[in-house]
Structure formats: structure tokens, C-alpha cells
């Protein structure tokens, strides 16, 4: 699997995403931002950003880098993200997840738990809250940002993908990909799913050629 650039996209544009996530406080991206996901989702969703969705991210932003390993700039807000999508995605329920209990909060259309990743328990236990044949439209996995937390959680969850929807690992780190794929390709058979690396064209921040990269998960539904 070869990583792919997606070069038609205009990379310096202020998508209708990218201001409602910055309205909301995320991190999620923009041209001036170490990250522009924004840009890139706007492309990918935008012809299903009215439909009636199951929409999850992992990772609400905790700040609290004292207690917990991954952490989000004081910068932006805790839940920002999920609620730009409960924004962007009008007509749908947003659920999110986070290891750090005290940023959990519920609000209309959004629903969030506690999730420890690293922990299939856990997964298990959220995956309780809902009913036996529910599947999620589009899962988010900004948790841990690293291969075998992402595996697990990718493993966990990947039975609960709508088989047209979409799982999508944000913040891999552009060394690290070389792992990626080798471990995808030794699990991707068996747990029935395709995958593209999307590598996206580096920001103004000096170090989003790091980590400005994407895994695009699938069953069905190709780009």
C-alpha cells in the first residue's frame, strides 16, 4: 500500500469545516494550523454532511499532561471537535470518548464516555452503551497516536463500521508509516477492511511534516 498525496485538493482554502472546528476550539486544522484535516474532510464529507449519521471520535483533548501521555494544546478546547461535528453534521448523533473523565459531557445529539484505548475492557464496556447491531457512519481515532493503541482500538471497533462507512487514524507520525503498513497488511484479511495512507501537503507550522498524516479505513466505500 503506497502512501497517496492528494494533490487536486486546494490546500490554502478556508472550508466551511475549517471554520466551524475553529469557531468550537479544535485543533483539527486549517492552512495556519500544524494539521489540516479540515480541508481534507471537508472534501470527503461533504456530500454527506446532511444525512442522518453515527459519527465517533476518540480523544475529546485532554490538557491535563500531568496525568495522561497524549494531551492537547492549551490553546484549543476540549471537545472542540466533536462539537464541530455536531455543527457540520447537522442531522446526526455525535459520541466521543476519552481517558480523562473529567472532560466527559453530554449535551443534545452529543454523547461522551470514558475509553482507556490500551484497554479492550474498556472498549468493550462503551461498546455496552449501545445496542447489539449498532454501527457507527464514521469513527475517529485521535486518542493515543501510536501504532499498538491504534491497533487495538482499530480492532475493537472495526465489527461496529457501518460496512459504507468510514475509520479514519489521524496524527500518524510520517516515520512510523513504514509500521503501519506492515501491521495493517497482516490484519487487514481478517478483519475484512481496506486501507489508503493519506498524506497530506504540510502546513505552515514547521512541524506538520511530522505527523500530517492519515490512515483511511474502509470496507465498501472507497474515495
Not at 53 to 82: A, C, D, H, R, W
Request: charged residues 30%; glycine residues 4%.
Amino acid at each position: 500500500m503506497e502512501s497517496i498525496f492528494y494533490d487536486n485538493i486546494d490546500y490554502n482554502m478556508s472550508t466551511e469545516l475549517c471554520k466551524i472546528m475553529k469557531e468550537n476550539g479544535s485543533d483539527k486544522g486549517g492552512s495556519d494550523n500544524r494539521h489540516n484535516y479540515t480541508i481534507f474532510y471537508n472534501y470527503l464529507f461533504h456530500d454527506i454532511k446532511d444525512a442522518k449519521l453515527n459519527v465517533f471520535e476518540l480523544g475529546l483533548g485532554s490538557q491535563n499532561y500531568k496525568k495522561f501521555k497524549s494531551t492537547m494544546n492549551v490553546k484549543f478546547t476540549p471537545g472542540g471537535s466533536i462539537k464541530g461535528w455536531k455543527d457540520f453534521f447537522k442531522n446526526s448523533n455525535i459520541y466521543g470518548a476519552d481517558i480523562d473523565k473529567e472532560i466527559l459531557f453530554n449535551e443534545d445529539r452529543i454523547k461522551t464516555f470514558f475509553c482507556d484505548q490500551t484497554n479492550p475492557e474498556t472498549i468493550k464496556n462503551l461498546l455496552n452503551n449501545f445496542d447489539e447491531n449498532f454501527l457507527f457512519d464514521i469513527i475517529i481515532d485521535d486518542g493515543l497516536h501510536e501504532l499498538q493503541p491504534n491497533l487495538i482500538f482499530l480492532k475493537n471497533m472495526i465489527n461496529n463500521l457501518n460496512p459504507t462507512g468510514y475509520y479514519i487514524i489521524e496524527d500518524v507520525i510520517t516515520k512510523q508509516i513504514t509500521n503501519y503498513i506492515e501491521k495493517l497488511n497482516e490484519i487487514k484479511e481478517r478483519l475484512n477492511f481496506k486501507y489508503e495512507v493519506i498524506r497530506l501537503k504540510p502546513t505552515d507550522d514547521k512541524k506538520s511534516h511530522l505527523d500530517n498524516n492519515l490512515i483511511l479505513i474502509s470496507r465498501d466505500n472507497f474515495i
